[in-house]
């Protein structure tokens, strides 16, 4: 049974750091491709940062510079570092699997998500 969950989620304000984590069973993950996604209100769920399973990423343009993707296989958990954070990186945070940039096709479950709110 799969399960991915997600925390660290929080309140910070603009130019802040947050460090997410995303705890991850049910399927090999040493060799999974693992993305996180995110959606605001209002707007689809998008893919935000992919690491491979040999550790190669990948960012969308919004995040480039500002976040890194990183894996721990002994701990079958992948990280989210999100620095000088801006009120549009406000979204529910999830991770999933990510087997492709262009067509990451995730599993269907997906976790419950962690809040990340940016705001003075």
């Known amino acids: 049974q799969v399960q991915l969950v997600e925390s660290g989620g929080g309140l910070v304000q603009p130019g802040g750091s947050l460090r997410l984590s995303c705890a991850a069973s049910?399927?090999?993950?040493?060799?999974?491709?693992m993305g996180w996604y995110r959606q605001a209100p209002g707007k689809q769920r998008e893919l935000v940062a992919r690491i491979s399973s040999g550790g190669y990423t990948n960012y969308a343009e919004s995040v480039k510079g500002r976040f890194t993707i990183s894996r721990d296989n002994a701990k079958n958990t992948v990280y989210l570092q999100m620095n000088s954070l801006k009120p549009e990186d406000t979204a529910v945070y999830y991770c999933n699997l990510a087997r492709s940039w262009v067509q990451p096709t995730p599993l269907p479950s997906w976790g419950q998500g962690t809040q990340v709110t940016v705001s003075s």
């Open positions: 049910g399927f090999i993950f040493s060799i999974s491709a």
